[in-house]
Nanobody
């Protein structure tokens, strides 16, 4: 069974960089045809796809976040990392990592709350 676990600071100050890690167990992040996504949900709003990294290491970003987001991976640790620069209170959200396979998200992490506040 594949499991995803997000981790990172719960509180970040405005203008700082948010760093989150998604640790994957029960499967490899380099396995063909899997896409590892970061998705967030601000309070009272819907899910927002932020970007992701596919099995060959290529990354893709939402146009609205491309200038601030970086997604990378560590294949030895089997985890995927999200960095979001210059955060504002509008970046307050629950952040999820999820695996996309054959056009649908089949595994999700439980999510981690991030609050941007001074």
């Amino acid at each position: 069974q594949v499991q995803l676990q997000e981790s990172g600071p719960g509180l970040v100050k405005p203008s700082q960089t948010l760093s989150l890690t998604c640790t994957v167990s029960g499967g490899s992040i380099t396995e063909n045809f899997f896409y590892w996504s970061w998705i967030r949900q601000p309070p009272g709003k819907g899910l927002e796809w932020m970007g992701g990294i596919i099995w060959d290491g290529n990354t893709y970003y939402s146009p609205s976040l491309k200038s601030r987001a970086s997604i990378s991976r560590d294949t030895s640790l089997n985890h995927v990392t999200l960095q979001l620069r210059s955060v504002t209170p509008e970046d307050t959200a629950v952040y999820y990592c999820a695996r996309l396979r054959l056009g649908r998200y089949d595994f999700w992490g439980q999510g981690t709350q991030v609050t941007v506040s001074s």
